[in-house]
C-alpha cells in the first residue's frame, strides 16, 4: 500500500522540459552560471571510498577542450589496491543497503532530482567546461539526468509491489526482486552526467552498491554527480568513486571476485575486453559476472524519393554535426536514393555552411571542440582517409577557431558502402554520403555494418516506412526526424550486433538488469 500511495503522490513520469535560452532570463542564469564555475576551476578531487576522501601521489587532469591550458579538475590516480578496496567496502555496505525495504531507496533519487532542478545552469556549466557540450548540449545532459532519477525511481516502486504470478490452487506464490551485490560503473565522457547517472542510480535504487570509475575525460562532473547523492541522502559507502587508468584500476575493478556486475558505456574495442575479462571465474567468486555493455555505432538515415528534402537535410545535419558527432546515436552515413542524391547533397551542402563551430560557452556556436587531442588526430586521420575513398563537398581540417580542439564539419560524398569511413566508428564530424539505387538497395546498405545502434529513415510512403521498421535492423529506429535525441520513458535506448547487450536505457525492462528474481511458493493446509 505504501508504494501505490507513494507513486500516486510522485504522479506519472513526465520528462524535464528543456531550458529556452533565447529567454532574457535563461541566458543570464547560463551565463551567470559559466561565470561562478569559471572561479571553480582546477579544483582538485580526491577518491570517495565508504566515505572516507583519499588522496594519491600521483595525479590526473581533466582540461577545458575549448581552451586545453585551461584545468578543470585534477584528480587521483588510484591504485589497483585502492580499487579492491573500494569493492569489498561496497560489498560490505551491500549487506546493510540490500535489507532497507526496496521502495524506500526511490526517495534519494527523487531527492537527487530536485537538487539537480535547482543547480541545472551550474552543472550544465560544468558541462560546457569540461567536455565541450554547447549550451543545448549541456542542458539535455542534465535533463536526461533528472529524468533518470525520476523514471527509475517509479519503476522501482512498480517492481517492489506484487508481481503477476498465475494462481495455483493449493498454493500461495509469489515473486520478489532482489539486488545483485555490487556495480562496478564505467561510463563514458560523452554524455559525461546523463550516461554516468543513469547507470549509477539504476544500480542504487535496485538495493544494489556502487563503485563508479568515470572517465579520465570528464571526472569533475562525475563528481559533483557522486556529491549530490549523497546529500541526497545515499550512504557514502552505498556509492564510491574512483578515478584512475583504465587499463589498471579498469581491469582491477572488473575482476575482483565481489564485483557481481558491470555496467559499462563505451567503445566497441573496450566493451568486448571487459566482456572477456567478466566471463573470467576468479579465485572465491561465487556468480557469473553480468555484463551491461553499450558500445558504438555506424548509424545511417536512408533519404527516400518519397522524402521532404528539406526535413532530410536538416535531420541529417542536426544527427551528424550535433555535438560535433560524439554520440554513439550520431548519422555517420546518409543513404540517399539516386533520383535525389544531386538535390540532397547540394542542399546539404548549404546547410552545413552555415554551422558556427567555436568554443563551447559561447551561445552562438552550434558545435564546439572534440574532446581531446587524441580525438582530434583520430579523426583528422579519418578524414584524410576519407578524402580518398569519396569526394570532400564540406569541411576536411581542423577549424581555425582559438585553440582548442575544433574541426570543421565535413561531409564526403560518392562513398562505397564498404569504405573504412562507411564502416568504422569515426565519433567525429564526418558524414559519409552514400549512394543508392533505390529504397531496397538503401536498407541492404544501412544494415551492411557490424553495428546497430540507431537509423532513420525519410520517407512519405507510408508502405516503405512498415518495411524499414521490419528489415532495418538496429535497437532505435527513427522516422522523418533526426536519429539522436532519446528521450527516457518515450525512447528504450540500446542496439543489437556490435552496439551492445540492447539494455534499453530509460525503458521499463532496464532495472531487472540489476535485479535477480526470486519465486517463493507455500502449500496451504486446511
Known amino acids: 500500500m505504501v508504494t501505490v500511495e507513494r507513486k500516486i503522490q510522485r504522479g506519472e513520469f513526465s520528462n524535464e522540459p528543456f ?13 551567470d552560471a559559466l561565470k561562478k564555475v569559471a572561479g571553480e576551476l582546477g579544483r582538485e578531487y580526491p577518491l570517495y571510498i565508504a566515505g572516507e576522501k583519499i588522496t594519491t601521489p600521483e595525479k590526473m587532469t581533466s582540461i577545458n577542450p575549448s581552451h586545453p591550458n585551461q584545468v578543470v579538475g585534477i584528480f587521483q590516480k588510484a ?9 569489498e567496502e561496497a560489498n560490505r555496505a551491500f549487506e546493510r543497503w540490500k535489507r532497507i525495504p526496496a521502495e524506500e531507496h526511490p526517495e534519494c533519487l527523487f531527492r537527487a532530482a530536485e537538487i539537480l532542478r535547482q543547480r541545472k545552469f551550474e552543472m550544465a556549466a560544468w558541462v560546457c567546461y569540461e567536455v565541450g557540450k554547447t549550451w543545448p548540449e549541456a542542458d539535455a545532459d542534465i535533463a536526461e539526468t533528472i529524468d533518470f532519477c525520476e523514471f527509475y525511481g517509479r519503476e522501482m516502486l512498480r517492481l517492489a509491489g506484487p508481481q503477476p504470478l498465475t494462481p495455483m490452487k493449493g498454493e500461495k506464490n509469489y515473486l520478489v526482486y532482489i539486488p545483485l551485490g555490487v556495480a562496478v ?28 570509475k568515470p ?7 562525475a563528481a559533483k554527480f557522486v556529491e549530490i547523492l549523497y546529500e541526497a541522502g545515499v550512504p557514502k ?6 578515478t584512475g587508468s583504465g587499463s589498471t584500476v579498469g581491469d582491477a575493478l572488473v575482476r575482483h571476485p565481489k564485483t557481481r556486475y558491470i ?9 568486448l575486453h571487459i566482456g572477456e575479462q567478466a566471463a573470467k571465474k576468479q579465485p572465491g567468486q561465487m556468480w557469473i559476472k553480468r555484463t551491461v555493455l553499450e558500445m558504438g555505432g555506424k548509424d545511417a538515415i536512408i533519404v527516400d524519393d518519397e522524402a521532404d528534402l528539406d526535413s532530410a537535410v536538416e535531420g541529417v545535419t542536426v544527427s551528424a554535426f550535433g555535438y560535433q558527432g560524439q554520440k554513439c546515436s550520431a548519422c555517420s552515413r546518409a543513404i540517399v536514393t539516386q533520383k535525389i542524391y544531386d538535390a540532397f547533397l547540394e542542399k546539404l551542402k548549404e546547410r552545413v555552411a ?3 563551430v567555436g568554443p563551447a560557452e559561447d551561445p552562438d556556436n552550434f558545435m564546439g571542440p572534440v574532446v581531446n587531442k587524441s580525438a582530434m588526430k583520430s579523426i583528422l586521420d579519418y578524414i584524410e582517409v576519407g578524402k580518398k575513398e569519396g569526394k570532400l563537398i564540406a569541411g576536411g581540417g581542423p577549424a581555425k577557431t582559438a585553440d582548442g580542439y575544433f574541426i570543421q564539419p565535413t561531409v564526403i560524398a560518392g562513398v562505397s558502402p564498404k569504405a573504412r569511413i562507411a564502416q568504422e566508428e569515426i565519433f567525429g564530424p564526418v558524414l559519409a554520403v552514400i549512394p543508392a539505387r533505390d529504397f531496397d538497395n538503401a536498407l541492404e546498405i544501412a544494415n551492411d ?3 546497430g545502434l540507431t537509423g532513420g529513415v525519410y520517407s512519405r510512403n507510408p508502405e516503405k516506412l512498415e518495411k524499414a521498421a521490419e528489415a532495418f535492423h538496429v535497437g532505435n529506429l527513427y522516422f522523418n526526424r533526426k536519429c539522436t535525441g532519446a528521450m527516457v520513458g518515450a525512447h528504450p535506448f540500446g542496439g543489437f550486433n556490435m552496439s551492445g547487450t540492447d539494455s534499453k536505457t530509460g525503458g521499463k525492462d532496464y532495472l531487472l538488469l540489476f535485479l535477480q528474481a526470486k519465486t517463493v511458493a507455500e502449500k496451504i493446509t486446511s
Open 237 to 242: 559507502d552505498v556509492v564510491n568513486f574512483v
Open 19 to 31: 531550458v529556452n535560452f533565447s529567454m532574457p532570463e535563461n541566458r543570464k542564469a547560463m551565463e
Open 215 to 221: 572517465s579520465g575525460d570528464s571526472p569533475t562532473i
Open 185 to 212: 560503473v564505467i561510463p563514458p565522457w560523452n554524455f559525461p552526467c546523463a550516461i554516468m547517472a543513469g547507470m549509477v542510480v539504476a544500480s542504487v535504487v535496485t538495493g544494489n552498491t556502487v563503485v563508479v
Open 79 to 87: 591504485t589497483i589496491e585502492l580499487a579492491n578496496r573500494a569493492v
Open 263 to 271: 555496467a559499462f558505456t563505451g567503445s566497441k574495442e573496450t566493451g
Open 449 to 451: 555494418t557490424e553495428f
Open 354 to 356: 552555415k554551422i558556427k
